[in-house]
């Protein structure tokens, strides 16, 4: 069984009464929503990628990453005859604007989701698990 494994981050826009999250839909996965996300390269930290992932699928540079532990998912697929165990590993961060330019070839289009909406756009469960979780640090951060 092989392994594929990918940095994110899932990024977050404060308004007045509650956060965005910034959801990206893939043209080459089936039209599935996801967070920005990308496999490393070179001697890139887990950071880096994250970063420049960002950077490319959306033009976002400016973030504030939360002190929190990476937020992990894992799931497996089936490519090619054989099956790839899939594991992300997410960031979390703000962004204090929402301007995003999406990567053509890659991106069909965003949306900055309220909770609720993003829950409802995700067709994965392992991927509403990682905004349940994000949801959870930001809760616990408000809370200090």
Same mark, same amino acid.
């Given at each position: 069984m092989?392994?594929?494994? #990918?940095? =994110?981050? /899932?990024?977050? &826009?404060? @308004?007045?009464? @509650?956060?965005? +999250?910034?959801?990206?839909?893939?043209?080459?996965? @089936? =039209?599935s929503w996801s967070f920005p996300k990308g496999h490393h390269e070179g001697q890139e930290t887990p950071k880096e990628t994250a970063l420049r992932e960002l950077f490319e699928e959306t033009g976002i540079s400016e973030i504030d990453f939360m002190n929190v532990p990476l937020i992990h998912e894992e799931y497996t697929l089936g490519r090619e005859n054989e099956e790839i165990i899939k594991?992300?590993?997410? +960031?979390? =961060? +703000?962004?204090?604007?929402? *301007? /995003?330019?999406?990567?053509?070839g890659e991106?069909? #289009?965003?949306?900055?989701? #309220?909770? @609720?909406? !993003?829950?409802? #756009? +995700?067709? &994965?469960?392992s991927r509403k *698990? /990682?905004?349940?979780? !994000?949801?959870?640090y930001l809760n616990y951060e408000s809370r200090k």
């Open positions: 092989n392994y594929e494994q #990918t940095y =994110g981050i /899932v990024i977050v &826009y404060r @308004e007045e009464k @509650e956060n965005l +999250f910034l959801i990206l839909q893939h043209e080459d996965r @089936e =039209g594991k992300n590993d997410y +960031f979390v =961060g +703000f962004v204090k604007n929402k *301007e /995003v330019k999406i990567q053509e991106i069909s #289009t965003y949306l900055w989701a #309220t909770y @609720e909406e !993003a829950l409802s #756009t +995700f067709q &994965y469960e *698990e /990682v905004l349940k979780k !994000a949801l959870e």
